[in-house]
């Protein structure tokens, strides 16, 4: 296959800097976008940069003068709202333009984390006992959910919106929260039990035939307290807070039946929410086995030295040949 294939990054308007837009610089901070531009220059495709703006015109008119073979969508949102990333594919695909990973349906799944966990639910995969909390609407939880419970945006991902304030131990203080998620992100909210246990990632690389990497885990290895922990926003994303709680991300030390058994299940998963090309299974192990599904994320963060591309290459895969697998993989998808 020719090498010189005319790739186009779609990108989130707010990733691109002023001063780079077509991300040719290395920037203080490497971003997911930049990473993934950089290893396709590597690779030596023809390259181009597509900021997905407001104005749907702009993108049309802009992939009619790229012309793309494929579109690297890094996508997460339109307009600032994380719902409507499942609309951008939506049009890709009403004009007939290839791109790699999920498609809306996938999307739409994952991203409502109430209709993910129902679906998974009719499926025999265990998942949190939940309940719906409707913007705007009158809070009411089923007698059989027991306390504590996560309360958090229905629509976000990354661990946006959850925090230790998240984490309820009564009615009273779900409804606070509740309405704080309402208020602050404008949507449902989602009220799940606590699942105590191990905290696991399980990267996922495939469409019909599916690569299973080696498994990550987040180490809660503060010995002050012994309430629950959290994938916090600051847990995933703030580096001090981390060495301030003696919290680290590794690879899981699991005995081989609970990695054959995480396997299987993940792949379940992977399936049953129409995930493509690439995606992340969060999970927890509970003290006496269970494997308790928390989310699946059908565009984790690819960037080089993230959870994904750190399982890949512990899985034998360099970064650039794992960019350049998600290509091939979305290719032979529209053969």
């Known amino acids: 296959m020719s090498r010189r294939l005319n790739i186009t990054v779609l990108v989130d308007v707010a990733s691109v800097p002023d001063n780079d837009p077509h991300f040719e610089n290395t920037p203080e901070v490497p971003t997911t976008e930049y990473h993934a531009v950089d290893a396709l220059r590597t690779l030596r495709y023809k390259v181009s940069v597509l900021p997905a703006v407001d104005e749907i015109e702009k993108i049309i008119s802009g992939l009619a003068e790229q012309q793309p073979d494929l579109i690297f969508n890094l996508t997460e949102q339109f307009a600032g709202d994380r719902r409507l990333d499942k609309n951008i594919t939506a049009l890709l695909e009403m004009l007939g333009t290839p791109f790699t990973g999920s498609g809306p349906t996938g999307l739409m799944l994952c991203r409502d984390k109430r209709l993910a966990k129902q679906l998974l639910s009719l499926h025999k995969v265990r998942v949190p006992g939940f309940v719906s909390l409707p913007h705007k609407g009158a809070v009411s939880v089923p007698k059989s959910l027991r306390y504590p419970l996560v309360v958090k945006p229905a629509f976000e991902d990354s661990s946006e919106g959850i925090s230790n304030a998240s984490l309820v131990a009564n009615e009273s203080a779900l409804k606070e929260r509740a309405q704080f998620v309402h208020e602050r992100w404008d949507q449902a909210a989602i009220a799940e039990e606590y699942i105590?246990?191990?905290?696991?990632?399980?990267?996922?690389?495939?469409?019909?035939?599916?690569?299973?990497?080696?498994?990550?885990?987040?180490?809660?290895?503060?010995?002050?307290?012994?309430?629950?922990?959290?994938?916090?926003?600051?847990?995933?994303?703030?580096?001090?807070?981390?060495k301030k709680w003696n919290i680290k991300f590794g690879f899981a030390k699991l005995d081989p039946s609970a990695v054959k058994r995480i396997t299987r299940v993940c792949k379940r998963v992977y399936r049953v929410l129409q995930i493509r090309d690439y995606g992340r299974i969060d999970l927890r192990l509970t003290p006496d086995n269970k494997l308790v599904i928390l989310e699946a994320n059908p565009n984790p963060d690819i960037a080089y030295g993230e959870e994904f591309a750190?399982?890949?290459?512990?899985?034998?895969?360099?970064?650039?040949?794992?960019?350049?697998?998600?290509?091939?993989?979305?290719?032979?998808?529209?053969?």
């Open 196 to 242: 105590e246990g191990r905290e696991l990632y399980v990267s996922i690389l495939g469409n019909k035939r599916l690569t299973v990497f080696p498994i990550r885990e987040c180490l809660f290895n503060s010995s002050a307290g012994d309430g629950p922990h959290l994938a916090t926003y600051r847990v995933k994303w703030n580096e001090q807070f981390r």
């Open 310 to 335: 750190e399982a890949a290459e512990k899985g034998g895969i360099s970064y650039d040949d794992l960019i350049d697998r998600i290509i091939h993989l979305a290719l032979r998808r529209y053969k």
